[in-house]
């Protein structure tokens, strides 16, 4: 080992010991007759001091060192004379008696800090050197504390990791598949999994009845922003479970992590329904760190010669507590944010409940204060509110409520990083119709059971079909999903026949699973966590990017290694392909 | 649940309780008024009881079961009349009460047992059948507790698991890649890793040091007998490292799986150069559970007119103990193993050295009684024993001599798969030279540092040069290796001169490392170890096969989900490919 110590070990009990430790120089300061230096390593930073009078030899190599030269030395550790009570090891430093400099340092393109001067591109082009700031470091540890304690979770309550594999098959259902070329087998290819999902299910067939995975998939999907080619989940399927069984399995694991890994006691986990998820915040994935909840107005605002919510299908509002003192250049921008075309409302109207009792509207022209007073007692609002109302299409007007009260609950602070709000989505409908192609589609894939009591509208009434899925939603973030899924082969059939299949294309698509429903395949269900997507809610942060060591940029680039990038000719030709040239319009 | 209890849970202590289980049917007894059913699940087997005096219903019922049906049943538990003491629920059996069809199954194309009566093809194609066996259920658990252990000792003692991208970048370097093209960026491919070594590497250089990963690997390689095109690896990397401290470390690793998982204490290992074993057993990774070294005989054997010998740069044999009494045919069944074209010998010799202290040889002729007695000597042998000796070419003789004493250790009962004998294999040659493309090509890969006191021989004798690297070695097989890596930018580039590359085609391959080289490298070293070959060991067998879930055949196909197969024209479209046929010859 070239270090007896690490730098974040060093404390004032170790007075006197002699010390070897390696790092890296994070900074230097003359000081006449002495020369200090940071030293520092994954573990901590610890203060050396090189004595000009002691050794001027060492101290003048010392002053050469720039930021970042990897270096060893050996000394004795001594009391500070003046403490650090912020740093670890602020009590004391090492009056170093040897210097080895193990690896110079070019200056590196931005600082090595917690504040640094280096934008986002050049930060991910030096990757390795952005992946020593304290913020990713602490972000890379906690995504490996939360994925041993998955595992040791898991592994308690007596699932099994079985690893499923990489190179499968591409099947045209669900989003696009990354494809991997088979040399042995011309014209032919493998496909890089979107997720375990068959496989999953086979291993239940197989009897495993607890089978867990943190594993990488893959989609290649146009990326929007914070999506990435390659993510990482937490896959698991249990069998003879009843949809309860595996929500309550998971909220275990959730609470388990919240305690373990943030010191959290979470409650236990509400159940909504998706139609009333939408109906009170117009999302699926609703934020109930607060609560806000939207108030349908038809009754009491149409019919009152106001056009705008006359000719709407739907008149519904929130009720901003404590905001009837918004200025109008605060209510100005808030018309102008769900304007937005992201958001595409025509227009906000505002109520305010003044403290006095009165109401000041946008819509005063058409309504008194009496009608505001009947709108203020079915928001539950109080002198001092601010109402805020959207009208238009139901779905459309309800997911621009939806932004609207996200951001208003950004503004009134709402929404604290620190605090969790777990809830459960259940009842999800099974297909949903796409308009372009003229057929249903699964709403989480064709594997998922509908409810029981509502398998016989498969062939009359398919819309109306409720599916034995749930998704978890934490702080408005979907965190993860899953369902009962379909053990029975007639149904399975029956539900690809609603999806439009033929026969064929079931068979040529699923044949094995298909195949495998008829050897006895237990009643059997499950659910992915995103993983990149849990880390950063309890680092706390938005963006899964932070959250992976190496990962790629908006147009799938990974620009530090810079791939993708042309293969050799001969790679080409053995993989008996040749690449067309787009021709760029 | 659609159960209370698992089938492997009820005992004598449960009788009078009422139960539910669910789980396939293993077999069916009809004995008069009764019907026995085995339910199976992942835990065991429970004995259920249909009295058809009873619940005459039920027992009809239960009397159309057919093998691997799925069903749930509730009944009570009660004292069997006769006890199964091979069964851990052989004292009870549940007596009936309901019982519900979850899931019909056809007869399956095989018999779920131990031993059973598929052919390996057919247990690949419906491979979810054959995990159902008792065998596999056992590889696959062994397989999931060595994973977890390896990862809480790792944790233990503080390594952090960081998963690195399976899109990367394409190296000529090594093998074969698999790669996948990308279609946001026309004729440009992103490869899978063949391992993350670079990407480690950059995390020594982020400051993360001790990193571990348990990870896929892929290699687009012509498939020997038991090789995947997709494996598994214990990845780690240390920093601030020197070789012992990268041994010991990983040797308390490998002791801490065989005490934990086998509960079997192997001592410290012991450590050998790649000169002694290729000297001592013709081979770098010797199978050390026996003795039998080889004997060099050149000075004894050589110049006594058998020109066999005296053509042969090397005379070289190993004394099998106690096996003076072989019989001609068996002798005769020897030198034919060591003429087969793989291993492909002229010839064997042999001495007998017999019980009354005379020799018997296949080369009396030539040799006396008193120059087969120096050999003896050589040998160590004692009367009863017989000594087989090779000569020819001296490393094609090695590798002949080390299979005909692998042979012999198993005719021997030398190689018992219970005991565990590893080993580390120290102080591998660099560089190794290539006839066909005359150059030098990387024993282990281009980032392995060479020996301190061999540098200086890359520029004048290469092959020479002995490297800072490792190979664990358990009961012949090799488990892992790894070095102590380049971590000096000079010393990199004067490496990759010696291996013939131009100064850009380093920086086109392998820029980004070689500059991040440029910005503080610590010193760093690690190395992987073959999970599924580790598992396999453990689990007693020599086919990893047995130890994946779903692995592939020789041909690199998945034959379940027939995978690879073909693609559609608008996936060809969007990928900018075009598939080129070969012309078949």
Known sequence: MLRTHTCGELKINNVDEAAELSGWVQRARNLGGMTFIDLRDRYGITQLVFDMEHHSDLCQKARKLGREYVIKIKGNVRERSSKNPKMPTGDIEILVEELQILNPSELPPFTIEDETDG??????????????????????????????????????????????????????EGARDFVVPSRMSPGEFYALPQSPQTFKQLLMISGYDKYFQIVKCFRDEDL?????????????????????????????????????????????????????????????????????????????????????????????????EGCAGYTRKQLDKLTEFVKKPQIGAKGLVYVKYNEDGSFKSSVDKFFDQEALKTWAEKFNANPGDLMLILAGKANDTRSQLNELRLEMGNQLGLRNTKEFAPLWIVDFPLLEWDED???????????????????????????????????LVINGVEIGGGSIRIHNRDLQNRMFKALGF?????????????????????????????????????????SIRDFIAFPKNNAGRDVMIDSPSTISEEQLKELHLEVKKPVRE
């Open 119 to 172: 934008g986002e591109e050049l930060r991910m082009k030096y990757r390795y050197l952005d992946l020593r700031r304290n913020v990713n470091k602490h972000n890379l540890i906690l995504r490996h504390r939360m994925s041993i304690e998955t595992r040791n979770y898991l592994n308690k309550i007596g699932f099994i990791e079985i690893e499923t594999p990489y190179l499968i098959k591409s099947t045209p």
């Open 224 to 320: 929007r922003a914070d999506r990435q080619p390659e993510f990482t989940q937490i896959d698991c399927e249990m069998s003879f479970v009843e949809r309860d069984d595996v929500l309550n399995t998971f909220e275990g694991l959730t609470k388990d992590l919240f305690k373990v890994i943030k010191d959290v006691e979470v409650g236990d986990f509400p159940r909504m329904s998706y139609d009333e998820a939408i109906k009170y915040y117009g999302s699926d994935k609703p934020d109930i760190r607060f609560d806000m909840k939207f108030v349908e107005l038809n009754d009491v605002a149409q019919g009152k010669g106001f056009k705008v919510f006359d000719d709407a299908e739907l008149v519904v509002g929130i009720n901003a």
């Open 437 to 471: 192609t003229g057929r249903y589609y699964a709403m989480h894939h064709p594997f998922t059971s509908p409810r029981d009591e509502d398998i016989e509208l498969l062939e009359t009434d398919p819309g109306k079909i409720r599916a034995n899925a749930y998704d």
């Open 502 to 542: 033929t026969d064929e294309e079931a068979q040529k698509q699923f044949g094995f699973l298909l195949k495998a429903f008829e050897f006895g395949a237990p009643p059997h269900g499950g659910i992915a966590f995103g993983f990149d997507r849990l880390v950063s809610l309890f680092g706390g942060q938005d």
